[in-house]
């Protein structure tokens, strides 16, 4: 919980000034965030809304293919380690998911989800957003 309220804070003042934000050798960006006797590495990743497309008139059959091809893609995400977390909204609602990518800038990020065959499709669209997190950050 602790990790999720620094990132909601960071999200809030949008970067503390004193944030010396560095890149790794992977290209992903990175600071660290002290709070008392406690550092934590603070990482960017994408926050991937996941919302009902253009096109939904689909018929039941040709759906449910397009659902298949856009779970293997998902996997596929998650082989390669460019995924940390994914999962549809219980809502019905227009936005229909939620995907975590672990990649190190913006264009991968939506490359990776322009890819989807269901976004291709225009069955889904997407809005894609840089988050920081405390890295290693986990749901309990």
Known sequence: MRNFIISLLFLALNLSVDAQVETDSLGFERFLYNEGDTTYTMKKYFVVFLK?????????????????????????????????????????????GIVILRVPTLAQAEALCNADPAVKAKRLKVEVHPWWAAEGSRLR
């Open 52 to 96: 009902s497309g253009e096109v939904r008139s689909q018929n039941p059959e040709e759906a449910q293919k397009i659902q298949a091809a856009h779970l293997a893609h998902l996997d596929s995400l998650q082989s390669i380690g460019a995924l940390d977390m994914a999962g549809p909204f219980g809502d019905n609602g227009e936005i229909r």
